[in-house]
């Protein structure tokens, strides 16, 4: 089955500053790569998603990048700000024609005013 | 905010017991996929219902077992509950037709406690 490893676990940067998190997966077959954001006690919510024909999508402050031949993904957050602290998942698609979902086990991203 | 719906909301049960989590997808989705949130852990994969069938299993016992109705929600049922079954339940709705993908947007969730 599908593997995916998250790093780091926990992220502090000051406000202003810019986020990285990277995915990596063990399935070649997996083509779709959403990641959610978690706020505590709410449900996870999908902020940005990519799928494997594409290399890299942005919306806003908030950027994906995928290397397919490496499986690896990252989150890339630009010009932080406190509402964006909440714990981050990545996930990968089980598998290519269906898309039970495989998630990292998260990062704790805190932003520091 | 996502129209995915669940109940209960919290949810408190023995050991050995039995429950029923419900779920009701966002209007237009035809699949439901239920997770298992553990204590600071990512979701895992529990299994999939599209158009009333399972469509995929993760590694959970026959003791979990769902249900999924002609208006596409769903039921999660665990029989002979242990401890280790405390945890947020999550189901997500999502729209697939032809093996295509199409996001999964998540309910709020039922947090179970077995005691």
């Known amino acids: 089955g599908e593997n995916v490893e998250q790093h780091p676990s926990t992220l502090s940067v000051q406000e202003g500053d810019s986020a990285v998190i990277k995915c990596t997966y063990s399935d070649s077959a997996s083509n779709y790569f959403p990641w959610y954001k978690q706020e505590l006690g709410k449900r996870p919510q999908l902020i940005i998603d990519?799928?494997?024909?594409?290399g890299e999508k942005k919306d806003q402050r908030i950027a994906v990048t995928l290397n397919k031949t490496a499986k690896h993904f990252s989150l890339h957050i630009t010009e932080t700000q406190p509402e964006d602290s909440a714990v981050y998942f990545c996930?990968?698609?089980?598998?290519?024609?269906?898309?039970?979902?495989?998630f990292g086990a998260g990062t704790t991203v805190t932003v520091r005013a | 905010e996502t129209g995915v719906t669940q109940s209960p909301t919290h949810l408190i049960k023995t050991r050995g017991q039995q429950v029923t989590l419900r779920c009701s997808s966002q209007?237009?989705?035809?699949?439901v996929s239920w997770y298992q949130q553990a204590l600071g852990q990512g979701p895992q994969f529990i299994f999939q219902y599209y158009r009333e069938e399972e469509n995929g299993r993760g590694n959970f016992p026959p003791r979990f077992s769902g249900l999924q109705f002609p208006n596409y929600s769903s039921e999660l049922n665990v029989n002979a509950l242990e401890l280790d079954d405390s945890a947020l339940y999550l189901c997500a709705s999502s729209l697939g037709a032809g093996g295509s993908i199409s996001e999964q947007y998540f309910g709020p969730g039922t947090r179970l406690t077995v005691t």
């Open positions: 209007s237009g989705h035809n699949t």
């Open positions: 996930a990968a698609s089980i598998g290519t024609y269906d898309y039970k979902l495989s």
């Open positions: 990519i799928r494997s024909n594409v």
